[in-house]
């Protein structure tokens, strides 16, 4: 009989294909009827699958390739193996497991779904698609199986045909998360926000730790200017998973728009301290601590986003402007060798500076 693993670790990631979605599946494990079969394979099978549901993927795959020496037609152990492979990344190799698993039983949807699913992380859509829809053939109350091609039509780019499956997939199985939270990506992408907001939060509703849904609600508040809806969603995030980037910068830059000046200060170097490549922190705690009539500490930061970023023109010409302010012209000048582009905007600032010198 099948089950479902529960485990939220066993959910793959899929981000280098999916946008900001990083658990698609519970990924089914199959166990084996004893019965005719050698006990030696039943229990190599089964270390094998526990192995496997402790993220032990190399030793899986080990204790796998024994087993199929024993019972080499055995269609759930081809099965368990090209999963295994999909977690190791090795595509290609799952295809080949997943395609002898069905010529073994080809009733068997879930083979179809996790076949489809191995060409989506190889990013071969059309194929996908092919696999998606025999698993559906051969029960279309699979509703994972729904989902799933409803990832395939969006990167396709058949946004209607997305929503329809998305959607059969949440009324086939409502207590999921993830449809509704594609749905919320998808209307998002359409501009039609009212519909994004319900979904996200349906989604939430389904699982109130779904990091995807909530931070995704918070872009969609903040890009309506709704920074007060967005500071909350932001900060439920960050409750879950308190190393991610995304939550503390956006949360600094939230505080700026609500001219919380000291919060958006302490917010952005905590940012920094997490991760001081990201992308124009620096920047934005200068433009911070400038509304506090902090210039030193505003041309500090200016100066690391120039180590950082070294032709990022708004860095270059805020510090022109602040050193023009302290009236040190000398210095807009020297800065002038460390741009790499020639920027009207700060060519006038040289310009500017060496008349007063």
């Given at each position: 009989m099948n089950i479902f693993w529960l485990n939220p670790k066993l959910r793959p990631s899929i981000s280098d294909i999916i946008n900001s979605i990083q658990q698609l599946q519970n990924i089914q494990g199959e166990q084996i009827e004893e019965e005719d079969l050698k006990p030696e394979f039943v229990d190599l099978y089964n270390q094998a699958r526990d192995l496997y549901g402790n993220e032990q993927f190399q030793e899986s795959?080990?204790?796998?390739?024994?087993?199929?020496?024993?019972?080499?037609?055995?269609?759930?152990?081809?099965?368990?193996?090209?999963?295994?492979?999909?977690?190791?990344?090795?595509?290609?190799?799952a295809t080949e497991y997943f395609k002898k698993s069905i010529e073994l039983?080809?009733?068997?949807?879930?083979?179809?779904?996790?076949?489809?699913h191995s060409y989506l992380y190889l990013k071969k859509l059309d194929e996908a698609v092919i696999q998606l829809n025999k698993s559906i053939e051969a029960n279309p109350q699979y509703s994972h199986a729904h989902n799933l091609l409803g990832v395939c039509y969006e990167r396709l780019q058949m946004?209607?045909?997305?929503e329809e499956s998305y959607k059969i997939s949440h009324v086939l199985h409502p207590q999921q998360s993830l449809p509704s939270c594609n749905l919320g990506y998808l209307f998002e992408r359409k501009q039609r926000f009212q519909e994004s907001e319900s979904w996200l939060k349906k989604s939430i509703e389904i699982n109130p730790n779904n990091y995807d849904a909530i931070i995704e609600?918070?872009?969609?508040?903040?890009?309506?200017?709704?920074?007060?809806?967005?500071?909350?969603?932001?900060?439920?995030?960050?409750?879950?998973?308190?190393?991610?980037?995304?939550?503390i910068q956006n949360i600094g830059r939230i505080y700026l728009h609500l001219e919380q000046y000291d919060e958006a200060i302490n917010c952005l170097k905590k940012a920094i301290q997490v991760n001081d490549k990201m992308e124009n922190m620096y920047f934005t705690l200068a433009y911070a601590?400038?509304?506090?009539?902090?210039?030193?500490?505003a041309i500090y930061c200016l100066k690391k986003q120039i180590k950082v970023d070294s032709i990022d023109i708004e860095s270059f010409g805020?510090?022109?402007?602040?050193?023009?302010?302290?009236?040190k012209y000398e210095k807009v000048i020297k800065y002038k060798k460390y741009y790499k582009k020639d920027d009207m905007l700060f060519l006038d600032q040289i310009h500017g500076a060496k008349s007063y010198i």
């Open positions: 795959i080990e204790v796998l390739k024994t087993a199929i020496e024993i019972e080499p037609q055995s269609y759930q152990l081809l099965n368990l193996i090209g999963n295994v492979s999909n977690e190791m990344k090795l595509y290609e190799e039983y080809p009733q068997n949807s879930f083979t179809y779904k996790s076949l489809g946004e209607d045909k997305a609600l918070s872009f969609l508040y903040y890009n309506q200017s709704k920074y007060e809806e967005a500071l909350i969603y932001c900060k439920r995030a960050l409750e879950i998973d308190p190393l991610q980037e995304e939550p601590y400038l509304q506090k009539f902090k210039y030193h500490q805020m510090l022109g402007d602040q050193y023009i302010h302290e009236k």
